[in-house]
């Protein structure tokens, strides 16, 4: 099959991390697979993407995520493809709307459990229809899937839409091993000297609090430190309130990496803070490297995390702290919870999704043959 990966850009995030891991593994499958990105700005993930996969194209539609003449350009580029699969809002709806254009194969991605959209009413139709051009929706994780289904049921039957069956759930997984085996940053990039590391991989968007583990360092002694990993646009107001709490001097802002397993090694601790996700990537990532993962209990994060890792009340930065804390002064309850996290990162090996997508793929292509 020829198969095209459509999504917004390649900076740091679960899904487009999603999309970097699933290339060389479709390809190995003998599958002939592209990506397409709206926004085409150059990322340590899009120099990856090329590095590990020669031969790979990469449309570049512009920059920005909403220009409409991107309809006509991806019209174009999906006639040669027998799946076009997308990821994140804007690629959802402008490919539903270059399929009026060209006849192929859809399939789209739910990566979380909710977003702004879903509060408009008005929007309620447009997404009613937009779903309706797909083949088949894949969620992220169960909760995902509930909270779509919920949604489809509730908003979209009032506007006279028939519920959507073509749903199913395929976890979210990664190479488990590779992280686990990752080697430390050098000495001299961690520049540790005996502090106490949380690091959080997460954009800054407003899905992610960053804002609380940056709270929570009020309440811890000066070796705790925080790192965070990532871009976008509350960078500043995170970074602002490190400075207002007097503890900007323990923050540490990486920005965009392309050695993050190597940056999780080198911390004590993996913590995720959100206020809600699909099945956060960077959640299997942090219970893969053989450290305690500490997250908010929230959807998407308490589906993986609950009864393996540690869980504190969304927002409570108190909580947090006393968590963290526990796991710096008691040796054996570290080790205890770093073993759990791990087993139960095994349990979402990326082997086991890339098998699910095939088999979807495979099923969109016989139906379009034979209907």
């Not at 909403?66 to 804007?90: E, W």
């Not at 009340?313 to 040796?331: H, K, P, V, W, Y």
């Amino acid at each position: 099959m020829r198969i095209l990966q459509v999504i917004t850009s390649l900076e740091t995030g679960g899904a487009e991390v999603l999309v970097v891991n699933l290339v060389p593994r479709f390809r190995a499958l003998g599958h002939e697979v592209d990506v397409c990105v709206f926004d085409g700005r150059r990322t340590p993930l899009m120099d990856r993407l090329e590095q590990e996969n020669p031969g790979v194209r990469i449309y570049k539609l512009g920059h920005g995520y909403y220009n409409p003449f991107y309809i006509l350009k991806l019209a174009r580029i999906m006639r040669g493809y027998d799946i076009v699969h997308t990821h994140n809002s804007s690629p959802q709806l402008f490919v539903a709307l270059s399929r009026v254009l060209c006849s192929v194969g859809l399939c789209t991605t739910e990566h979380t459990t909710s977003n702004r959209k879903r509060g408009w009413k008005w929007y309620a139709p447009i997404e009613s229809w937009m779903y309706g051009r797909y083949d088949h929706i894949i969620c992220i994780s169960k909760i995902a899937e509930e909270k779509l289904r919920e949604y489809m049921g509730g908003a979209w039957m009032s506007a006279g839409a028939p519920r959507y069956s073509k749903i199913s759930t395929i976890n979210n997984g990664i190479d488990v091993r590779a992280l686990h085996d990752a080697e430390c940053l050098p000495d001299e990039e961690a520049a540790r000297e005996g502090r106490f590391v949380c690091t959080m991989v997460a954009g800054f968007r407003d899905a992610k609090d960053q804002d609380t583990l940056v709270r929570a360092l009020v309440h811890l002694p000066e070796r705790f430190v925080v790192w965070l990993v990532g871009i976008g646009t509350r960078q500043d107001t995170v970074r602002r309130l490190a400075q207002e709490l007097g503890v900007a001097s323990r923050v540490r802002f990486w920005g965009m990496r392309s050695d993050v397993p190597r940056i999780l090694k080198s911390s004590d601790v993996v913590v995720m803070s959100s206020h809600f996700e699909g099945l956060s990537l960077s959640n299997i990532e942090g219970m893969s490297v053989g450290k305690p993962f500490v997250a908010s209990d929230v959807n998407g994060l308490r589906e993986v995390t609950k009864g393996w890792g540690l869980m504190f009340s969304e927002g409570d930065d108190t909580e947090l702290a006393g968590l963290l804390m526990r796991l710096a002064n008691d040796e054996d309850q570290y080790k205890k919870v770093a073993a759990s996290c791990f087993e139960r990162a095994m349990q979402f090996d990326i082997a086991q999704m890339v098998q699910g997508y095939d088999t979807v793929y495979r099923q969109i292509v016989a139906i379009r043959n034979h209907g």
